[in-house]
């Protein structure tokens, strides 16, 4: 009884502390976007002046939106394309299937910095170039193998015979996808799309190599600003996106459950 009351508060303990390495320095550093000091002295002074210039810093207000609207449109596009993959993969049999599924990994395990420079030099060898349209191009490419892993994994647990009855009473191709394949995939489907959404707005390294003067994204411009020197303004945008993220993951959460029940 002592022995299990022991390793029971032991597991606790672990748990607090685990959970305050990961935690901590993301309260510190939302607690500091509010102190009046740019070096984070104490006393600690409340202050809202950081958020202030945070919206008249027009570069980095712009490297944000350069940032939500290519992830937006990097998760639609991977979403979209990933899981018609992940449906003809699971459908399907033809030559060349178990190579091609094989093919998903390594792209999720080649280093990106790697992957950034094979990508600059294919866009400038086809005359893309370097641009928001070669970061949103790479961010697809870099997203798609985790949309087909995740939907795929959901297809794994998808009974068959749920299709075959509905094709016998009378249901064609697209209403069997419609209505009784993509609603039993649809929490993979989201579990894809914010994949897709966190790789591609956490995207530094690919970005940093396809960006121009101008045309930056978030951590590309957080790291630019943070070789200047650092300022309370990142702390400033960074706590906003922390609580907007969070707040999209409890939403989520609350109104579909990944176990496939809403």
């Given at each position: 009884m002592a022995t299990t009351r022991?390793?029971?508060?032991?597991?606790?303990?672990y748990i607090v502390l685990l959970l305050g390495f990961l935690y901590l320095p993301i309260i510190i550093m939302a607690a500091m976007s509010f102190n009046a000091s740019p070096f984070y002295q104490l006393p600690f002074e409340w202050t809202t002046d950081w958020y202030a210039s945070l919206w008249q810093n027009d570069q980095l207000i712009a490297a944000t939106w350069n940032s939500i609207e290519i992830a937006v449109i990097t998760t639609l596009i991977s979403t979209v394309l990933g899981s018609m993959a992940s449906l003809a993969l699971y459908r399907y049999e033809f030559r060349?299937?178990?190579?091609?599924?094989?093919?998903?990994?390594?792209?999720?395990?080649?280093?990106?910095?790697?992957?950034?420079?094979?990508?600059?030099?294919f866009f400038f060898g086809v005359g893309i170039g370097r641009g928001l349209?070669?970061?949103?191009?790479?961010?697809?490419?870099?997203?798609?193998?985790?949309?087909?892993?995740?939907?795929?994994?959901?297809?794994?647990?998808?009974?068959?015979?749920l299709e075959e009855a509905a094709r016998s009473l009378g249901a064609n191709q697209w209403q069997v996808t419609?209505?009784?394949t993509l609603p039993w995939i649809m929490p993979g489907v989201i579990a894809g799309g914010l994949f897709a959404f966190a790789?591609?707005?956490?995207?530094?390294v690919v970005s940093y190599f396809l960006s121009t003067p101008g045309q930056t994204t978030l951590p590309v411009e957080i790291y630019a600003a943070i070789r200047k020197g650092f300022t309370p303004e990142i702390n400033a945008v960074s706590t906003i996106?922390?609580?907007?993220?969070?707040?999209?993951?409890?939403?989520?959460?609350r109104f579909f459950k990944f176990g496939g029940e809403k």
């Open positions: 022991i390793l029971e508060w032991l597991g606790r303990f060349g299937k178990k190579v091609l599924q094989a093919l998903l990994f390594p792209p999720i395990a080649i280093p990106w910095l790697i992957t950034g420079t094979a990508m600059l030099i349209i070669a970061i949103l191009l790479g961010h697809v490419a870099l997203a798609l193998p985790y949309v087909i892993v995740v939907v795929s994994a959901r297809l794994q647990t998808f009974a068959p015979e419609m209505r009784v790789v591609s707005f956490d995207q530094f996106i922390i609580v907007v993220s969070m707040a999209l993951m409890l939403l989520t959460a």
